[in-house]
T-cell receptor
Framework: DAGVIQSPRHEVTEMGQEVTLRCKPISGHDYLFWYRQTMMRGLELLIYFNNNVPIDDSGMPEDRFSAKMPNASFSTLKIQPSEPRDSAVYFC???????????????FGDGTRLSIL | QQQVKQSPQSLIVQKGGISIINCAYENTAFDYFPWYQQFPGKGPALLIAIRPDVSEKKEGRFTISFNKSAKQFSLHIMDSQPGDSATYFCAAKLSGGYNKLIFGAGTRLAVHP
């Protein structure tokens, strides 16, 4: 089975440009999470969705960040305008919840390494 | 109250030794405690997990010890191998509702041959 697929793997762009990160969750998973990882702040949850609906976006750092999930197989995280401090590795993860089967793990993609110059 | 505090930040162990990573939490509403392993250039992957009604869980060389009264849990890696060199994250999930995890800051483990 294919895991969580993220694209691009690497992105280098100049400050002020719009950046769009993409994620395809595992088929059948109903939760999708966006994380940001930096040396200073570790692994931060930005936003997560359940059945394509945003549940908690309290981790989104600023209004420059937005995320959408138009359908069960695709999500985007957009930064506009981008700034050098947005440089980080961004991870997407998905999981499913099956009543009566207990907690299900989050499966992570391999991330997008974003560098804003 | 939703924090998970992880220590040490980094750890060096000789091959064959025991690696121990500790985590502590405050919120008693956490009901699931997974550990994730991350290799460079990869996303974190679930290693082992425990529920608070169990004091210990073992999978191969990896063991979670859970102390509910002290609100602490730890990962023990027995017979540590160079291939175990990675970053390890503990995490906790609030009971009920959604599958949101609170992650610790991570421990970078290096196992020297």
């Amino acid at each position: 089975d294919a895991g969580v697929i993220q694209s691009p793997r690497h992105e280098v762009t100049e400050m002020g440009q719009e950046v769009t990160l993409r994620c395809k969750p595992i088929s059948g998973h109903d939760y999708l999470f966006w994380y940001r990882q930096t040396m200073m702040r570790g692994l931060e949850l930005l936003i997560y969705f359940n059945n394509n609906v945003p549940i908690d976006d309290s981790g989104m750092p600023e209004d420059r960040f937005s995320a959408k999930m138009p359908n069960a197989s695709f999500s985007t995280l957009k930064i506009q305008p981008s700034e050098p401090r947005d440089s980080a590795v961004y991870f997407c993860a998905s999981s499913n919840h099956v009543p009566g089967t207990g907690n299900q793990p989050q499966h992570f993609g391999d991330g997008t390494r974003l560098s804003i110059l | 109250q939703q924090q998970v505090k992880q220590s040490p930040q980094s750890l060096i162990v000789q091959k064959g030794g025991i690696s121990i990573i500790n985590c502590a939490y405050e919120n008693t509403a956490f009901d699931y405690f997974p550990w994730y392993q991350q290799f460079p250039g990869k996303g974190p992957a679930l290693l082992i997990a425990i529920r608070p009604d169990v004091s210990e869980k073992k999978e191969g060389r990896f063991t979670i010890s859970f102390n509910k009264s002290a609100k602490q849990f730890s990962l023990h890696i027995m017979d540590s191998q160079p291939g175990d060199s990675a970053t390890y994250f503990c995490a906790a999930k609030l009971s009920g509702g959604y599958n949101k995890l609170i992650f610790g800051a991570g421990t970078r483990l290096a196992v020297h041959p």
